[in-house]
Structures are given as C-alpha cells and as structure tokens.
C-alpha cells in the first residue's frame, strides 16, 4: 500500500463546519439539523 501515491488529506480538518464547531463547546448550535 503506497500511501505516498495518495494524496494525503486529513478528513476531519477537510471539513470546516462540524470539526470546528464539535470542537468549540462555547459556540452555540448554528446547525439545527445536527442538534449541536
């Protein structure tokens, strides 16, 4: 397994929405779907 052929891109910090808003219990829940 080449992982050097694969572009390496974290899947957490890729997604600037949950991540950071999981993250930071001090924002309040923008999302009313996720309930978070």
Request: proline share 22%.
């Amino acid at each position: 397994m080449e992982d050097s052929s694969l572009p390496v891109v974290p899947a957490p910090i890729a997604a600037p929405g949950p991540a950071p808003s999981a993250t930071a219990p001090r924002v309040p829940f923008h999302c009313s779907e996720c309930g978070k």
